[in-house]
């Protein structure tokens, strides 16, 4: 039997490109067989489940990536200000400046599995959750409602620069979040401090 020109890991990674420029709903099996070169069947031998698996397991390399960089750079042992620097850094490349969907938009519309849903939110808890507790090391006050509006500012520049097909709106979010979290500041009575309720 003839071997496969291509491993799973390999496939995925090239799903997974496509998923991120075009969205759940936008990718179809055309555009999954044009960028693997695969033919249905062939994609459906790896991924039996049909898009929907594939997704799935886009979402969980993703999501495995983000835990290994964005979420690593917060939950490391250095000084809070260098653990905000090291996110924002992450976050920047985890999102190809601004050129990659996020992972939340590529499954905002549509319908999707509880197992995805489920995946999202787990993500997206855990990102809150240890950008809290940096910002509280850092001593910001209100450390869940500052965590809550930088993650907010990140997705929402990225839905901008998806829609306006500029990279521009998250990099301004990523500078503003640097200001206001003040993490290359030397004087810290620049700092900007919580947001009040």
Not at 188 to 197: F, L, P
Request: some cysteine.
């Amino acid at each position: 039997m003839r071997k496969p020109t291509k491993d799973r890991a390999q496939i995925l990674c090239e799903l997974t490109e496509v998923f991120r420029q075009n969205g759940y709903d936008g990718t179809t099996l055309s555009k999954l067989t044009e960028k693997t070169g695969l033919e249905r069947a062939s994609l459906y031998h790896y991924f039996p489940g049909g898009k929907r698996a594939m997704a799935e397991a886009m979402l969980t390399q993703v999501l495995d990536e983000l835990s290994e960089t964005v979420l690593a750079a917060l939950n490391s042992s250095s000084p809070p200000t260098q653990r905000l620097t090291a996110m924002l850094d992450a976050t920047h490349d985890f999102y190809n400046g601004g050129q990659d969907l996020c992972f939340v938009s590529i499954f905002a519309i549509g319908e999707n599995s509880d197992h995805i849903t489920s995946t999202l939110r787990q993500a997206v808890m855990s990102w809150l959750d240890s950008l809290e507790t940096t910002l509280g090391d850092a001593g910001k006050p209100d450390a869940r409602s500052l965590a809550n509006v930088g993650l907010s500012c990140i997705q929402g520049g990225l839905v901008l620069a998806g829609v306006t097909r500029n990279s521009q709106p998250f990099v301004d979010a990523i500078s503003f979040l640097r200001q206001a979290w003040c993490v290359d500041c030397d004087d810290d009575s620049t700092r900007v401090e919580g947001v009040k309720g």
